[in-house]
Structure formats: C-alpha cells, structure tokens
T-cell receptor
Framework: GAVVSQHPSRVICKSGTSVKIECRSLDFQATTMFWYRQFPKKSLMLMATSNEGSKATYEQGVEKDKFLINHASLTLSTLTVTSAHPEDSSFYIC???????????FGNGTRLTVT | QKEVEQDPGPLSVPEGAIVSLNCTYSNSAFQYFMWYRQYSRKGPELLMY????GNKEDGRFTAQVDKSSKYISLFIRDSQPSDSATYLCAITQGGSEKLVFGKGTKLTVNP
C-alpha cells in the first residue's frame, strides 16, 4: 500500500518552454502532497506543500511563479516548471502521507534536463 | 548547529558485514524518526518508521532511537550488494510539521 506514482520519469526540454510533472497517490487519498528538489549528491530540499483545493505553500526562496503547483483532486498534484532554464535542471520528487502522522511515501522522481 | 547531522560517508563494506548508519539531531521536540533508502536516480523508499525510544526490527534491518542522546541508528545485518544505496534519516515533530532530512550516507556493499 501507499504507492505514489510520478510521471514522467525523465524529460528533456528546451529553454523557455514549460514542463508539467504529475504526482498521483494510487491507493490512498492525499489532501497534502510535497514537492522536493534534489541536486546531485545532495539531500532533498522541500520546495512546496501542495494542498488539495487551495493554494500551495512555498518554501523561502522558491519562486511560486516559476514552479506552479496545482492540487486539483485528492489523488493528483502537478508541478509545472514554467519558462525553464538550464539551472532548473534537477531531480524533482513528490511525496504524500496517508494520515497526518504517517511517514512520507515518495514517487520515483522526475529527472528534468533543460537544454 | 544543524537540525540533523548525518555522516555522508561514503561507506564501503564486504558482503555479509553488519552496517551501522547514524544520525544525531538537536531538537528534542522531534518525535518521529524514519530511514529511507534511495537508489541512484530513484525516489527515496521508506525502510523504517518509529516514534519511540528503543529498537524496531524488520528482517535484516534494525532501527534504534535514543531520545535522551538525540541519536538514531540503522543497522543492516548480513549486508548484500543490493543494499548498496544512499540511506537518509528523516525526522519530524509530527502532524503537519515538515520532515528534516540528513544529508544521506552512501553505502557500497562489495560482493
């Protein structure tokens, strides 16, 4: 149980274009999902908390206009990287928890390369 | 002082060895402790979850929490090459509080 699916696993795009990443909770409902970014050989950095039916909460230093988050249903959150630049190239991972105190379960990540 | 400290390694051991991975934390308000395993180019996979001092065992893995010392450990018995990965400790106060991650320890088990 507690499976989080993320799509796509890899994406290459050109500078200036936008990319959408989907995160789904397959066997549970998630009112809250979390988006992380991971640089090579570094730990996970929380970007934002995605709340179903309301605006996402962004961490300090994360541009909300660049990283658009939509949590339209209890099983789907999307992260759109707008006007992508090469410095946006990274590994993006979503996660969710079944209940308030249960541990986070992570998707398999999306490797974004902006050329 | 960082909230969570984890030796990044790398750690290299022979197959069959007992592996000890450790994290220390500074905030006594942390109540929930997790260990994740992350293979290269994959998302973290939950290995162990505990919220009390003491030991919790699951197969070859044992998680140990010492709240008085603010110290958590993950032991891997009879380590296998398939255990080669980066291990992340993660701690939270619980509820809607954010997870705080260690930097991760890269483990290689040599056949």
């Amino acid at each position: 149980g507690a499976v989080v699916s993320q799509h796509p696993s890899r994406v290459i795009c050109k500078s200036g274009t936008s990319v959408k990443i989907e995160c789904r909770s397959l066997d549970f409902q998630a009112t809250t999902m979390f988006w992380y970014r991971q640089f090579p050989k570094k730990s996970l950095m929380l970007m934002a908390t995605s709340n179903e039916g309301s605006k996402a909460t962004y961490e300090q230093g994360v541009e909300k206009d660049k990283f658009l988050i939509n949590h339209a249903s209890l099983t789907l959150s999307t992260l759109t990287v707008t006007s992508a630049h090469p410095e946006d190239s990274s590994f993006y991972i979503c996660s969710a928890r079944v209940t308030g105190d249960s541990p986070l379960h992570f998707g398999n990540g999306t490797r974004l390369t902006v050329t | 002082q960082k909230e969570v400290e984890q030796d990044p390694g790398p750690l290299s051991v022979p197959e069959g060895a007992i592996v000890s991975l450790n994290c220390t934390y500074s905030n006594s308000a942390f109540q929930y402790f997790m260990w994740y395993r992350q293979y290269s180019r994959k998302g973290p996979e939950l290995l162990m979850y505990t919220y009390s001092s003491g030991n919790k065992e699951d197969g070859r893995f044992t998680a140990q929490v010492d709240k008085s010392s603010k110290y958590i450990s993950l032991f891997i018995r009879d380590s296998q090459p398939s255990d080669s990965a980066t291990y992340l400790c993660a701690i939270t106060q619980g509820g809607s509080e954010k997870l705080v991650f260690g930097k991760g320890t890269k483990l290689t088990v040599n056949p």
